[in-house]
């Protein structure tokens, strides 16, 4: 299946600080993508989708101007936590949907564990 | 919340013994898959089926959908200790916009 890459794996910041974690489709182009947050022991959440050339649609709940979402390119998102807090420390997971295959699939990166003291 | 729930949240079984996790979800959907998650780690995508599907078979995978009560079942059969993780239904609405993914359940598997 297609490879998603996501940097770094692991960050530490300190409160107040932005935190910048990449997505990267290596062999597809994705107009698509997406960001989850994942806290310990709960399922995936959507927290925005982020399409290429446009701005992205964050899910309800979501602070646009907290989470900002880059999709400048048919391979990069980027999703930066401005102002991070110790409530962000979380894991966060994106996934490149892949609009050649018949189901819209999605494949996931590895993830980025934020922990922010 | 649209979220799907899945029982059991934790199952713990033997090695050999059949592990069966149920999935429910609340919107109409186009397709419906599962994926395992080890601690602290990525999705790996096991199996989809469609919403005209009603059985799928993967491996030691069983997957079945029941459209009409809303509600999937995994089952793993002959389990090893190695599928020890975290087994989530995601589905994909109508619309083919966003995956919706169920609460999860977390399985240990003893040697």
């Known amino acids: 299946g297609a490879v998603v890459s996501q940097h770094p794996s692991r960050v530490i910041c300190k409160s107040g600080t932005s935190v910048k974690i990449e997505c990267r489709s290596l062999d597809f182009q994705a107009t698509t993508m997406f960001w989850y947050r994942q806290f310990p022991k709960q399922s995936l959440m959507l927290m925005a989708t982020s399409n290429e050339g446009s701005k992205a649609t964050y899910e309800q709940g979501v602070e646009k101007d907290k989470f900002l979402i880059n999709h400048a390119s048919l391979t990069l998102s980027t999703l930066t936590v401005t102002s991070a807090h110790p409530e962000d420390s979380s894991f966060y997971i994106c996934s490149a949907q892949d609009p050649g295959g018949p189901y819209n699939e999605q494949f996931f990166g590895p993830g980025t564990r934020l922990t922010v003291l | 919340s649209q979220q799907g729930e899945e029982d059991p949240q934790a199952l713990s079984i033997q090695e050999g013994e059949n592990a069966t996790m149920n999935c429910s979800y609340k919107t109409s959907i186009n397709n419906l898959q599962w994926y395992r998650q080890n601690s602290g780690r990525g999705l790996v995508h096991l199996i989809l089926i469609r919403s005209n599907e009603r059985e799928k078979h993967s491996g030691r995978l069983r997957v079945t959908l029941d459209t009409s009560k809303k509600s999937s079942s995994l089952l793993i059969t002959a389990s090893r200790a190695a599928d020890t993780a975290s087994y989530f239904c995601?589905?994909?609405?109508?619309?083919?916009?966003?995956?919706?993914f169920g609460t999860g359940t977390r399985l240990l598997v003893s040697p």
């Open positions: 995601a589905t994909m609405n109508t619309g083919f916009q966003k995956l919706v």
